[in-house]
Structure formats: C-alpha cells, structure tokens
C-alpha cells in the first residue's frame, strides 16, 4: 500500500522557520522524483519545489526560492523542504508528491497545514 504522510506543519509568526517532512511507503522510493505543492484557500494548487530521484538536482519557484530548501533522504524515505524567512503569503496546505518519470504513478499525501500569522 502506497503511502505518503507529511508531517511538521503548524502555526508560526512571519519571519519563523518550519521543516516539513513525507515519510513514503509502498513504493521504490528511489525511483522516484519528489515534489512539494501547496494550495492556499481560493486558490489553485502550486508547484512549491521539486527533486530528483538521486536528489542531484532542485527545482524551486520564484516565490520561495532563496527561502526555501527542498532535501532528501533514501536510506529513510524521506523527503523534506526547509522552510526560512516564512511570510503570511506562503500560508497553505502543502502536500508531498512522487512521481516516476515516463510512467503513470503518481502518488499524494494527505497535506499538512501551515500558517504564518503573527
């Protein structure tokens, strides 16, 4: 059974720090891309950050980059995003994605919800 669960949401005042972890299960973990999204109320889902299956290469987009650092683990399953200088705007539920690269699998967390509220 494939599972994805996020982990280290929460409420924190702007300019605070919070590290998101997904713990995956189920799958070659591996093999696998990962990715961060987030969706605020109202709004659609957005492409925070992504990695590579080897974690040699970072993707971020242009409002988080310089604040946020996206990181993985294989020997733990783990991927994790390192979030720095946080500001209200980045207040979302932001979920854990895997995807493999020429095939269909693409697998999600639940979401974790953060808030940066002073």
């Known amino acids: 059974q494939v599972q994805l669960v996020e982990s280290g949401g929460g409420l924190v005042q702007p300019g605070g720090s919070l590290r998101l972890s997904c713990a995956a299960s189920?799958?070659?973990?591996?093999?696998?891309?990962m990715r961060w999204y987030r969706q605020a109320p109202g709004k659609e889902r957005e492409l925070v950050a992504g990695?590579?299956?080897?974690?040699?290469?970072?993707y971020y987009s242009d409002s988080v980059k310089g604040r946020f650092t996206m990181s993985r683990d294989n020997a733990k399953n783990t991927v994790y995003l390192q979030m720095n200088s946080l500001k209200p705007e980045d207040t979302a539920v932001y979920y854990c994605n895997g995807v493999r690269l020429g095939f269909a699998d693409d697998y999600w967390g639940q979401g974790t919800q953060v808030t940066v509220s002073s």
């Open positions: 189920g799958f070659i973990f591996s093999r696998y891309a």
């Open positions: 990695i590579t299956s080897a974690g040699g290469s970072t």
